[in-house]
Structure formats: structure tokens, C-alpha cells
């Protein structure tokens, strides 16, 4: 069955520069999550989307954006890079709003 | 939106020794859902409940969802090696955002 795709799977970048992070979900989802995690804490909400609107916002700085597209892929624009914004960003997708996100298996983003 | 507290933190466990995770959610939920992330793995969806005082199990593991709908629980029975990972509770509110609780990290000891 088709998951949640994330790329890439890994990204270095250095402090002030810019990263975007791709994520197809699973075809006929119509939300999709981002989420932050950093190392042993627990997946902090960034934004999600439903059907291609901003549904809803959390704890993501005035740096990041995200967009959804006509073809349902979400992207992550990061800038002004900090150290503190490494982390791992999941990607997650949902059928309906109120039942279970498939999450995609992460970017890795480091930055130094 | 609403605030998803869990405990504990870390839970050290002797293999075949049961154990239970506890989330609290600040509001009353739509929903609550669980997640088992393995070490360097992905966030795996469990199990959702809905509907207040619902129970529901899948072999050793058996969830709860309380009465107001702001707590729930997870029990291990007889752990395995295979448990070990991070537990998540997520609680899901009328704005559908799904706030993660801290997690439970599982070891086991043979």
C-alpha cells in the first residue's frame, strides 16, 4: 500500500539558509500534517491542511510556511535557518480530519 | 486547543511484567489516538477511541478512554521485548489539530 512521501530523507544546511521539505501523502487523503520533533521529545504541531486550505496552526515561527498543492503535496519552506531548528519533520496524512494520521518516515534536518 | 500531559516519562520494565501509561488531556476530546514510535522510526497509529469509556484491545495491549473523555490509558500485559519503543497519546479536540503528549519510553529487561 502507498504511504506517506517524504523527501529528502536527510538535509544539511547551514544557519541562515533556506530548506524545503516535500511531502506526497496517501493518494485520497484529504489532510496533511507537519510536525516537528526534536531529539526525545515528542512530535510538536507545526500546520496541517485540509483539502488544500490551512486548517490549523501551532507552534511553527514566523520563518517557516508551508502550502498545499493542486496535486495534494505539502511543502515546508524553512528560512533564516537556526541551529535550534534541527530536528526531525514528520509529514503526516489522514484520510478525514477526525481519524488516524499515516506518518511519513521523516526529514532529517541538521543544521550547522 | 488542548494540552496532552503523560506519564510516565520512562518505564523500565521486566519482561513478561505488566505496565500502564496514563494520558490527561487540559479539554475534553473528539478523540484520542496512540502511537508507538520505535527508536529512529516513524510515529505507528494504534488505535483510536471515540466514544466515552470506550475500551478496546489488540492482544497484550488494552486502551481506555475515560468517562469525560479527557483521560485515557494504556496496559501492557506480560511485555515482550518487542514493546520496547516510545508510546505517544495524541488527543484530537473540535479543531481536529492532534496534540502529542510527552510519550512513554519503554525498555524491557530480559
Known amino acids: 500500500a502507498a504511504g506517506v512521501i517524504q523527501s529528502p530523507r536527510h538535509l544539511i544546511k547551514e544557519k541562515r539558509e533556506t530548506a524545503t521539505l516535500k511531502c506526497y501523502p496517501i493518494?485520497?487523503?484529504?489532510?496533511v500534517y507537519w510536525y516537528q520533533q526534536g531529539p526525545g521529545q515528542d512530535p510538536q504541531f507545526l500546520i496541517s491542511?485540509?483539502?488544500?486550505?490551512?486548517?490549523d496552526k501551532g507552534s511553527i515561527p514566523d520563518r517557516f510556511s508551508a502550502q498545499q498543492f493542486s496535486d495534494y503535496h505539502s511543502e515546508l519552506n524553512m528560512s533564516s535557518l537556526e541551529l535550534g531548528d534541527s530536528a526531525l519533520y514528520f509529514c503526516?496524512?489522514?484520510?478525514?480530519?477526525?481519524?488516524?494520521?499515516?506518518f511519513g518516515q521523516g526529514t532529517r534536518l541538521t543544521v550547522v | 486547543g488542548q494540552q496532552v500531559m503523560q506519564i510516565p516519562q520512562y518505564q523500565h520494565v521486566q519482561e513478561g511484567e505488566d505496565f500502564t501509561t496514563y494520558c490527561n488531556s487540559s479539554?475534553?476530546?473528539?478523540?484520542i489516538q496512540w502511537y508507538k514510535q520505535r527508536p529512529g522510526g516513524h510515529p505507528v497509529f494504534l488505535i483510536q477511541?471515540?466514544?466515552?469509556?470506550e475500551v478496546k484491545k489488540q492482544k497484550r495491549l488494552t486502551f481506555q478512554f475515560g468517562e469525560a473523555k479527557k483521560n485515557s490509558s494504556l496496559h501492557i500485559t506480560a511485555t515482550q521485548t518487542t514493546d520496547v519503543g516510545t508510546y505517544f497519546c495524541?488527543?484530537?479536540?473540535?479543531?481536529?489539530?492532534?496534540?502529542f503528549g510527552a510519550g512513554t519510553t519503554v525498555t524491557v529487561r530480559a
Open positions: 479539554t475534553t476530546l473528539s478523540n
Open positions: 495524541a488527543g484530537q479536540g473540535v479543531d481536529y489539530k492532534l496534540s
Open positions: 477511541l471515540v466514544k466515552s469509556g
Open positions: 491542511f485540509y483539502e488544500k486550505m490551512q486548517s
Open positions: 493518494p485520497r487523503h484529504d489532510t
Open positions: 503526516a496524512s489522514s484520510p478525514s480530519s477526525d481519524t488516524e494520521a499515516f
